[in-house]
């Protein structure tokens, strides 16, 4: 290492149960590395010796349990905090983890006599207000139970539009988890889906199962939204009916804010949705972080069927705005079909030369090319069939004149013709959808409502006058025939 | 799985213990991994040369995570290649001999599986340091070594010599006097010898069935047969070859009482029984045993390869009395040679102590037993779900997720349980990261891409498998569906076809894998079959092979059959392969599924291992879809 390295890189020494906090501003990166003790990242655990790089204004924290020094390179904002929420983190993993073990036992036929208790494993629904950590406490909760060394696979279901997930916002998605999901950016939260690229941790090629919303806002088509939840707890239903450790593994449901707190029409509609949720997945735990008032509303209306549960909200949690959460939306979809792009904090070998170097981790993998090779080729506009799900500006029901009910209905699939000049087609994000029912009797008109996704695509350029448009696709592959759904999220380089 | 032995395989251990304090190799059973090593980047040669020689120092005993540590870092640092060539070959002449052979073995590994730059850095000094080497080691380490040279000769990626032939041919007429210079033993040689062995004891088991040492020699003749006709190297068909000569002249056996039962594992009773002892076989040149089996999962290292049958097969004739259970899968040196040790075909004095026999098959239970004891544990602490006890309760958190599982992985963090299973998935977990690691390396150029989400069929029954053919990449399949498919897997590869009577002798090949399929006699049924085949369309095929084709385009394929339900029965369709019109037709489909399942570019169609995952992969998949009608990567290939 060389003298000027060391003069920009610092140590601190983490007490027992305390936490090392960042924040990353824009464009900078930093440099975590490991070098006594144990430590984890939302409950991914640290290999000691190894250079972790963090980047992308990513925010989170090293915690550590029985105490660590970490020598650090060059955060923007960095802080240690002695209280920390995290056994009680720890007391529900365990609590958890007695709901498997039982449910396991069940499944494999051993009924103890003493056993009189419930032996569903926990089907997990986390609700919160904005900025409480939700994401966070999933992420936590999934990776204790991979780490349990029981083969658990816990199923991560994230029905918050307005992130990711593991793949684009707009959709909401199922993956099962088999190793600990990283951190390293806030583009990858809850881990990544699969590339070609060979992976070292199967989180970062999860396999989700995913269905389109096409907004980031809860509020402007709950209904569509219900369905989708419907969908997705029902194939979530069928696929651990064959897969027992998975079942028994349960579910962690990551859920928007729009659930915790809602006035008016959208209190119905929040209603509706965590009842969508409760439905789809069978939750037998809610969580309710940092919520008095919710969680008193969660008791009187789920207490007696289930496990209400207040927790306490971390207090390092960061106050996350709106144009935030934007940049974040608008990096998930440039690393889909771009992958990562970022340099080791200053004063560190630069990536391409240390390609080879042993030291550094990115959430998780080993240096290699981290860069992805999207295909744009151009097609007819009749090539791709392409909806968008009810009127792209709608107002409310309520909104309307008294009496008045909707031409188009919400959940109405409308064709889209990309020449039309309302269409604002260029830029445009879509969802490309599995392939309708090959049998013409079985279709149906709402049918495009319930096709789950393959993939993105954008439009980034219409050519009107030849009734051509060029294609941004992730990987090579005709798109001649296929389906997709417009939302409202826009792309941009 | 494990190559290099982890505890009775020390060279060093017939050495007087009062030459070498125990204190300086610790036993065995209680040798744990040294502290991780620190990953550091190396900036300065200098600092990595003089880490990497002080890692090598601890390669004291034949370790393989230390074996795989230190090659995983020769393979990150191959800009270093002539530092970490320069460290070894120094380890290697500095140490005591006993020290000396793990050293060979980790640059036997660096060589095969990193092979460039490594392998060509090696050439200039290979020939002496081995030579040099071989002189100061015992008998018995000195085998070891001759094992490995024979895995050279075919150690580099193309199948050719590791280090080319000009060393080659120098080491191998130095340590066995010009043996490669002479005529060559040919194959067609030994098997006339042994079909002469063979039929001798063959007549002496037709006067005497009772006789159990003669009927043991018979299996074992039989299974040393296929493995000559599969192919073996010159060093092996002359060991065979004199191992056959010393056991020609061997008495007959006395009548044994008729009384003796009938079952095949009464060794007890059988050593009894049997006055004469077992013929000796003279101290010679080791018998090439199990070194060369596949480690690391690479696929380019030579195992044994029964697929391939040089020879074609002799009439059904000279096979009167075959072995009653004839093993499906392949068989290596190993096993066969410790049943010919078992058998008394040899005497175990020679024997080198194989790689990679320590495999245990004990592990299920105790597994259990570690499962039970987590789960009293957990119940024991009686967290209970409130939002009180969740707050109040103080948990031993630690305990579960850190000091139980000590067995941690120093590359991605990921542990395991501390005991003998723990290691164990380690070590698998150890070689997924070689071969991502080595993926990574080879694919570079290629670029990458997002994949295709995978549809909803495959996501439904088979989501624990990712789009590109990757199994979990630890390795932690659930332990009940990994059960179905090794199931499933053996269910397909007994399946046979009766080879038509003529046809003994004819070379088949699988369409789809373009592999010779190996024909081998049935005795209960008096049949010569293939194995592991299938009859499609009047086109024999793998049947692993075929079932992986089969389902390898699920969802084509559930849609063939939708389409063609209507107007055909469901039966199992042959047609369907010469129509691959209607296949092409499927406008995107197709198009489809194949990126969502092999995405261009994808390294794991190329890479030999990735085949047995997805043999699975493609088995478990099967279930349930018998009827589903070849699909057009069987159309192609017609």
Redesign the interface.
């Known amino acids: 290492?060389?003298s000027e390295a060391i003069a920009t890189s610092r140590d601190w020494v983490l007490g027992a149960e305390c936490e090392y906090r960042f924040e990353l501003d824009q464009g900078t990166s930093l440099a975590i590395k490991l070098t006594q003790g144990?430590a984890e990242i939302f409950g991914?655990?640290?290999?000691?010796?190894?250079?972790y790089i963090f980047y992308e204004e990513c925010k989170a924290a090293v915690y550590t349990?029985?105490g660590c020094t970490i020598q650090i390179r060059q955060p923007s904002t960095e802080y240690v905090s002695e209280e920390t929420p995290m056994?009680?983190y720890?007391?529900?993993?365990?609590?958890f983890?007695?709901?498997r073990?039982?449910a396991?036992?069940r499944a494999n036929g051993n009924m103890h006599a003493s056993d009189t208790e419930d032996t569903e494993p926990p089907r997990v629904l986390i609700l919160g207000p904005e900025n409480s950590g939700k994401t966070s406490i999933a992420k936590i909760l999934v990776n204790?139970a991979t780490?349990?060394?029981?083969?658990w696979?816990p199923t991560l279901i994230n029905v918050n539009p307005g992130e990711g997930g593991c793949?684009l916002p707009g959709t909401i998605s199922a993956a099962?988890v088999?190793?600990?999901l990283q951190t390293s950016t806030p583009a990858h939260t809850l881990g990544s889906?699969?590339?070609?690229?060979?992976?070292?941790?199967?989180s970062n090629?999860l396999?989700?199962?995913?269905y389109w919303y096409g907004h980031a806002d809860t509020k402007r088509n709950p209904l569509l939204l219900d369905r989708l939840i419907r969908n997705l707890g029902e194939?979530v239903w069928?696929?651990l009916a064959?897969?027992?450790?998975?079942r028994v593994s349960g579910c962690i449901i990551d859920t928007p804010s729009s659930f915790a707190a809602g006035s008016g029409n959208s209190e119905q509609h929040r209603q509706s949705l965590i009842k969508a949720c409760v439905d789809a997945f069978r939750i037998n735990?809610i969580l309710v972080v940092g919520h008095e008032k919710l969680?008193v509303e969660m008791q009187r209306t789920y207490g007696t069927r289930m496990?209400v549960?207040?927790?306490?909200k971390s207090g390092g949690v960061v106050e996350l705005d709106g144009p935030y959460r934007a940049r974040v939306r608008r990096r998930q979809m440039q690393a889909?079909?771009y992958?990562e792009r970022f340099a080791p904090p200053p004063g560190?070998?630069a990536l391409a030369s240390?390609l080879?170097?042993?030291?550094?981790?990115i959430g998780?993998e080993?240096p290699?090319?981290f860069?992805?090779?999207?295909?744009s080729s151009v097609i007819g506009f009749g090539d791709l069939a392409i909806w968008r799900i009810g009127e792209e500006t709608m107002a409310p029901v309520s909104a309307l004149p008294i009496g008045a009910t909707r031409v188009v209905s919400e959940m109405q699939p409308l064709a889209v013709d990309p020449g039309a000049p309302s269409a604002g087609m260029h830029g445009a994000v879509l969802a490309?959808l599995?392939?309708p029912h090959?049998?013409e009797t079985e279709r149906y008109d709402e049918e495009v409502l319930d096709l789950?996704?393959?993939?993105f695509v954008v439009i980034t350029a219409v050519d009107v006058p030849n009734r051509r448009m060029t294609v941004l696709a992730?990987?090579?592959?005709?798109?001649?025939?296929?389906t997709a759904v417009v939302g409202s999220f826009e792309w941009q380089e | 799985m494990a190559t290099y032995p982890q505890s009775q395989a020390y060279g060093h251990m017939s050495y007087p213990a009062q030459a070498y304090p125990p204190q300086s190799y610790p036993p065995p059973n209680y040798y744990q991994p040294p502290p991780p090593p620190q990953h550091v980047y190396y900036a300065d040669p200098n600092h990595f040369r003089r880490d990497y020689f002080a890692r090598l120092a601890e390669l004291t005993v034949n370790s393989r995570p230390i074996i795989q540590g230190l090659s995983m870092t020769a393979q990150e640092y191959a800009r270093y290649a002539d530092i970490v060539v320069n460290c070894i070959e120094q380890h290697i002449r500095r140490v005591p001999p006993w020290m000396k052979l793990p050293a060979f073995y980790l640059l036997d590994a660096i060589s095969k599986n990193v092979f460039d730059p490594y392998a060509r850095h090696f050439i200039p000094i290979v020939v002496r340091l081995f030579l040099d080497t071989y002189e100061q080691v015992d008998q018995s380490t000195r085998s070891k070594m001759e094992e490995m040279l024979l895995t050279w000769r075919t150690g580099a990626p193309t199948g050719r010599e590791l280090f080319g032939p000009i060393p080659q041919v120098a080491i191998e007429r130095q340590i066995w006097g010009g043996e490669s210079t002479q005529p060559a033993i040919s194959t067609a040689q030994v098997l006339s010898e042994l079909e002469f062995v063979l039929g001798t004891k063959q007549r002496i088991l037709q006067t005497n069935p009772y006789d159990k040492q003669t009927q043991n020699h018979v299996n074992v003749l039989f299974q040393l047969k296929k493995l000559v006709q599969a192919g073996v190297s010159q060093a092996e068909l002359s060991q065979i070859l004199t191992q056959l000569r010393t056991l020609a002249p061997a008495p007959a056996a006395p009548p044994v009482p008729p009384v003796v039962p009938v079952h095949h594992d009464s060794q007890a009773l059988y050593q009894s029984s049997v006055s004469v002892p077992p013929p000796s076989v003279p101290q010679s040149a080791a018998y090439p045993s199990s070194y060369p089996q596949p480690s690391y999962g690479n696929p380019s290292y030579p195992a044994v390869k029964l697929e391939a049958a040089p020879q074609p097969v002799l009439p059904a004739s000279s096979a009167a009395v075959g072995p009653s259970s004839a093993p499906a899968i392949p068989v290596n040196i190993s096993s066969l040679f410790s049943s010919l040790v078992k058998s008394g075909v040899l005497s175990s004095s020679s024997t080198p102590q194989g790689a990679g026999n320590i495999t245990d098959n004990k592990e299920s239970a105790p597994a259990v037993d570690a499962s039970q004891d987590y789960r009293s544990y957990i119940l024991s602490l009686g967290i209970r779900l409130t939002s009180v006890d969740i707050v109040k309760q103080r948990s031993p958190i630690t305990k579960l997720l850190y000091d139980n599982l000590s067995n941690q992985c120093k590359q991605c963090g990921i542990r395991f349980s501390g005991d003998a299973a723990g290691k164990k998935k380690l070590e698998g977990h150890l070689d997924m990261h070689f071969n991502q690691n080595r993926k990574a390396s080879q694919a570079a150029a290629r670029g990458y891409s997002r994949n295709w989400l995978v549809g909803i069929e495959d996501w439904l029954h088979d989501g624990a498998v990712g789009s590109n053919g990757k199994g979990r990449i630890d390795g932690s399949r659930p332990k009940a569906l990994a059960a179905e498919v090794a199931q499933r897997d053996a269910e397909l590869r007994a399946t046979f076809v009766v080879v038509p009577p003529g046809d003994e002798a004819k070379l088949i090949s699988c369409p789809i894998c373009k592999e010779t399929l190996k024909s081998e006699f049935m005795e209960d049924d008096e049949e010569w079959v293939w194995r592991n085949a299938v009859k499609r369309d009047d086109r024999i095929y793998h049947a692993t092979c075929h079932a992986e084709a089969m389902s390898s385009k699920s969802n084509l394929a559930v849609r063939l059959r939708s389409e063609i339900s209507g107007s055909r029965s469901r039966s199992r369709t042959p047609e369907v392969s010469r129509t691959p019109p209607r296949a092409l037709g499927l406008h995107h489909e197709d198009a489809k599924t194949r990126l969502s399942r092999s995405p261009p570019g994808s390294p794991a169609k190329t890479v030999g291992t990735k085949r047995k995952a997805e043999d699975d992969e493609a088995t478990q998949k099967s279930e349930g879809r018998e009827a589903t009608p070849p699909t057009k990567k069987v159309a192609l290939s017609s």
Do not use: C
């Open positions: 290492m060389s144990q991914a655990e640290l290999v000691e010796g190894k250079t349990w029985q056994t009680a720890a007391n529900l993993h365990i609590a983890e007695a709901m073990v039982r396991l036992d204790y780490r349990a060394g029981q083969n696979s793949i099962s088999t190793t600990p889906s699969a590339t070609s690229a060979p992976a070292h941790m199967s090629a396999v989700p199962l995913a194939n069928e696929k064959d897969d027992t450790q998975g735990v969680n496990a549960v207040k927790i306490p889909y079909f992958g560190m070998p240390a080879a170097a042993a030291g550094y981790l998780g080993p290699a090319d860069t992805l090779a999207p295909a490309l599995a392939d090959p049998d789950h996704v393959v993939g992730p990987g090579q592959g005709s798109l001649t025939g296929r």
